[in-house]
């Protein structure tokens, strides 16, 4: 190898071997500089190198399992060991035997993966994959808006920080809200929050009087009704589905609403061979190869893009998946009583869905 061409940190850890504690000191102030001003670990990667290989050996050198979301990239999708809903995810995370859980997601995510696995390590591959949603729900107001209602059971979507878990009775994803609501006697007064369409779903679905939170997602705010409108005279045949994070007027034209995990199956299941898809356009991936002889069309958004992608899911790629792995870093930590707290609301999620048969 050509000296001038290896770097910086390929470079202390070689002479980390000959200058010990040193060397070390030197790469984990640049990890660290890294980590504070991209969120990742910025190391040049060999391009000749079968990163995918690679990525694989590491896995199993390290007993490590890659859990990623519907919403990744195709690339990591295909590396996953697990792909899933919010749901699905933290169902495999409390359940993993790995060491190392590597969460190709965005933040809110892997620090689920912490509060149900908390001796294990949690990786992210970038820091800043962060969450619209969870942004719009501060949990120090949202302690303020839960003093108004002394006498309501708090039930929050898994879209939020683990420090609003942690103010929580009982965490729920669009795969499990309505039952979860349906489970608790019905005098029982609710607040639901973070996210006001997903809450207004619910209550529509179950008659119930819910409190909702202001928030929402900036992926399913801005799908073009107008546009899907056009679709759908293109595409006359096509069934329309859409996620409940969507605003009330798309959801009251679709053929059907669901978690992204109900919307695969019901592509699957469903004989329609079209599909015009109202979430982000990573679920796509999936369904066309479950259905491969189908069409699956993105719902557009109210801009120029054909499609609606989350800048945060995106974030994450497979360099950095592959660095992150490779160095152990970024790490999702949690203050323990943070995490104490937060891991009885979810796992009252989780029994309740396993009760469901979810």
């Known amino acids: 190898?050509?000296?001038?061409?290896?770097?910086?940190?390929?470079?202390?850890?070689?002479?980390?071997?000959?200058?010990?504690?040193?060397?070390?000191?030197?790469?984990?102030?640049?990890?660290?500089?890294?980590?504070?001003?991209?969120?990742?670990?910025?190391?040049?990667?060999?391009?000749?190198?079968?990163?995918?290989?690679?990525?694989?050996?590491?896995?199993?050198?390290?007993?490590?399992?890659?859990?990623?979301?519907?919403?990744?990239?195709?690339?990591?999708?295909?590396?996953?060991?697990?792909?899933?809903?919010?749901?699905?995810?933290?169902?495999?995370?409390?359940?993993?035997?790995a060491d190392v859980i590597v969460f190709a997601g965005v933040h809110f995510m892997a620090e689920t993966a912490k509060i149900l696995s908390p001796k294990k390590k949690v990786l992210l591959p970038d820091l800043k994959a962060g969450c619209s949603l969870s942004d719009s729900c501060p949990p120090h107001l949202f302690a303020k808006f839960k003093e108004q209602y002394p006498d309501h059971l708090v039930i929050t979507y898994v879209n939020c920080t683990a420090e609003l878990k942690a103010l929580s009775d009982i965490v729920c994803t669009s795969s499990n809200a309505v039952q979860i609501v349906e489970s608790l006697p019905k005098d029982q007064k609710i607040i639901f929050g973070p996210d006001r369409n997903l809450g207004d779903y619910v209550r529509k679905k179950t008659g119930r009087d819910l409190v909702l939170w202001n928030g929402a997602c900036m992926v399913h705010e801005i799908f073009s009704q107008d546009k899907i409108a056009d679709l759908r005279k293109q595409f006359p045949e096509a069934k329309f589905i859409a996620h409940p994070e969507c605003e009330e007027h798309i959801l009251a034209t679709a053929d059907y609403i669901g978690s992204t995990s109900g919307m695969l199956k019901y592509t699957i299941e469903n004989p329609a061979q079209q599909f015009i898809v109202a979430t982000e356009s990573g679920i796509l991936h999936q369904m066309q190869k479950a259905s491969p002889n189908k069409l699956f069309i993105p719902a557009p958004p109210n801009n120029v893009c054909a499609c609606n992608d989350c800048p945060h899911m995106k974030l994450n790629t497979l360099e950095k998946l592959y660095n992150c792995l490779y160095y152990g870093l970024p790490e999702v930590d949690l203050d323990p009583a943070v995490i104490e707290r937060a891991r009885l609301p979810i796992e009252r999620m989780l029994e309740i869905s396993e009760r469901f048969g979810l």
């Open 1 to 97: 190898m050509d000296f001038v061409s290896i770097s910086f940190f390929t470079f202390v850890l070689l002479m980390s071997n000959i200058h010990g504690p040193f060397g070390r000191m030197i790469m984990n102030t640049q990890f660290e500089t890294d980590l504070e001003s991209k969120g990742f670990i910025d190391e040049p990667i060999d391009p000749s190198l079968d990163i995918v290989a690679e990525i694989q050996r590491l896995k199993k050198e390290k007993n490590a399992v890659i859990l990623a979301h519907y919403y990744q990239d195709a690339e990591i999708q295909d590396i996953a060991d697990y792909i899933g809903d919010s749901l699905g995810l933290s169902q495999q995370a409390a359940k993993t035997d």
